[in-house]
Nanobody, 124 residues
Framework: QVQLVESGGGLVQAGGSLRLSCAAS????????MGWFRQAPGKEREFVAA????????YYADSVKGRFTISRDDAKNTVFLQMNSLKPEDTAVYYC?????????????????WGQGTQVTVSS
């Protein structure tokens, strides 16, 4: 069982930055690939970024590529999402998720554990 707790959301002006954190419980954090997803009001939950178990592979949605960076610190059981050059369309609840699968990390299918989410609001 893995419990995930996100933090770091908030209100920021367009062009600003935020750093989201996701703290995981359990001793097997390094066994999981981790992903970030987001859901805006009235929209489907969508993929944002993912990182492999080893941290050697990262994946990004086209909409955030070049602006967001995912990283992990296995010693702290934490995954991060650094968000720069934020836009109003980045406004959403951001969720982290954990999966044992090693491929197709951009799909919600197969993510076994989800956090409760943290709100990110970008004002224009």
């Amino acid at each position: 069982q893995v419990q995930l707790v996100e933090s770091g959301g908030g209100l920021v002006q367009a062009g600003g930055s935020l750093r989201l954190s996701c703290a995981a419980s359990g001793r097997t954090f390094s066994s999981y690939a981790m992903g970030w997803f987001r859901q805006a009001p009235g929209k489907e939950r969508e993929f944002v970024a993912a990182i492999s178990r080893s941290g050697s592979r990262t994946y990004y949605a086209d909409s955030v590529k070049g602006r967001f960076t995912i990283s992990r610190d296995d010693a702290k059981n934490t995954v991060f999402l650094q968000m720069n050059s934020l836009k109003p369309e980045d406004t959403a609840v951001y969720y982290c998720a954990a999966t044992l699968k090693q491929y197709d990390l951009g799909s919600r299918v197969g993510y076994d554990y989800w956090g409760q989410g943290t709100q990110v609001t970008v004002s224009s």
